[in-house]
């Protein structure tokens, strides 16, 4: 290839089979702000798709679905991941 002075560094600076990366500091293990809000979302849509079911109103019902499974899949999702480390 091209000879250039710009040299790749190994990702996580990993050089040797010894090397671990979950000790990096570049991974963070504390739920962050924006998942909290994530899941009170899921939260909210779900209990406004039980609310609109409770007083028959069943004009949002699939918008309000749509929404609690896709910020409760996301929380969860984001939760496991970081239970792995």
Known sequence: GKKS??????????QSI???????????KKLSWTTIFEGLLALYFFGALIGGLMIQNTTFIMFHLMLALGYGAIFFY????????
């Open 78 to 85: 984001t939760v496991r991941h970081l239970s792995l480390r």
């Open 5 to 14: 002075p710009f040299v790749r560094t190994p990702k996580f600076n990993i």
């Open 18 to 28: 010894k090397d671990n990366f979950m000790k990096r500091n570049y991974l963070n």
